[in-house]
């Protein structure tokens, strides 16, 4: 008998001021065990390497130019806006992922974790972040970082600034709204379990964010 699939994705809290300012935000995450048997730093598996080649080959220039104007990457440029992001200098994920697809004429493998999670948001258009579960405390939420707070825990943090809308548990801030999560939370090639998760903002159906989950986690989970 296989083994079950990803279960329900888990809804994160958010602090109170930033459910008040926005009212679309939702932080969903599920957790996982790896099955896959190769280092999540390393190649990927055929059916993973195949399935990035035929991204590579179905997103082409005209796709690119009209991206922006799709509901879903249109809802996270609004939603850049609302936050003080200008989406013109920092691209929302999808759009930035299909520039560096045009730039170097195919989507470029990062690693097996890195190609699983780029192959769910050029599918659905929605981000997915993945976190060592071994470094978390508590449920992850939403809240704004203090001045001068770190980003996780590691010998030497990056500080961040007060204000900032970041990704967090119980005990630290892992990672900035549509940021990179912080070092010693990121998942090792050997990484067991992993907590996966994902943003949605209004305009964005949450079955694409479910999806995007689902898809990721069903990958990884794959022996």
């Given at each position: 008998?296989?083994?079950?699939?990803?279960?329900?994705?888990?809804?994160?809290?958010?602090?109170?001021?930033?459910?008040?300012?926005?009212?679309?935000?939702?932080?969903?995450?599920?957790?996982?065990?790896?099955?896959?048997?190769?280092?999540?730093?390393?190649?990927?598996?055929?059916?993973?390497?195949?399935?990035?080649?035929?991204?590579?080959?179905?997103?082409?220039?005209?796709?690119?130019?009209?991206?922006?104007?799709?509901?879903?990457?249109?809802?996270?440029?609004?939603?850049?806006?609302?936050?003080?992001?200008?989406?013109?200098?920092?691209?929302?994920?999808?759009?930035?992922?299909?520039?560096?697809?045009?730039?170097?004429?195919?989507?470029?493998?990062?690693?097996?974790?890195?190609?699983?999670?780029?192959?769910?948001?050029?599918?659905?258009?929605?981000?997915?972040?993945?976190?060592?579960?071994?470094?978390?405390?508590?449920?992850?939420?939403?809240?704004?970082s203090s001045e001068g707070e770190p980003l996780g825990h590691s010998p030497d943090?990056?500080?961040?600034?007060?204000?900032?809308?970041?990704?967090?548990?119980?005990?630290?801030?892992?990672?900035?709204?549509?940021?990179?999560?912080?070092?010693?939370?990121?998942?090792?090639?050997?990484?067991?379990?992993?907590?996966?998760?994902?943003?949605?903002?209004?305009?964005?159906?949450?079955?694409y964010v479910e999806e995007a989950l689902w898809s990721s986690a069903s990958a990884?989970?794959?022996?």
């Open positions: 008998m296989s083994e079950p699939g990803p279960g329900a994705p888990v809804q994160g809290w958010l602090a109170p001021e930033v459910e008040r300012e926005l009212p679309g935000l939702r932080l969903l995450s599920v957790e996982l065990r790896v099955g896959r048997a190769a280092a999540l730093s390393g190649d990927s598996p055929p059916d993973i390497a195949g399935r990035l080649r035929e991204l590579s080959s179905r997103v082409r220039g005209a796709r690119a130019i009209g991206i922006r104007t799709e509901p879903v990457p249109s809802a996270y440029r609004v939603f850049f806006r609302h936050i003080g992001l200008d989406p013109d200098l920092q691209r929302t994920p999808v759009e930035a992922a299909v520039l560096e697809r045009m730039l170097h004429g195919g989507f470029l493998s990062g690693g097996m974790l890195e190609d699983i999670l780029l192959i769910a948001l050029i599918d659905t258009g929605v981000p997915v972040w993945a976190l060592d579960s071994a470094t978390l405390e508590g449920p992850l939420g939403i809240r704004a943090p990056p500080l961040l600034p007060g204000g900032r809308l970041v990704v967090a548990d119980s005990s630290a801030a892992l990672a900035p709204l549509f940021g990179e999560c912080a070092p010693g939370h990121r998942p090792r090639g050997g990484t067991g379990r992993l907590t996966l998760f994902s943003l949605q903002v209004a305009g964005v159906p949450a079955l990884l989970e794959a022996s």
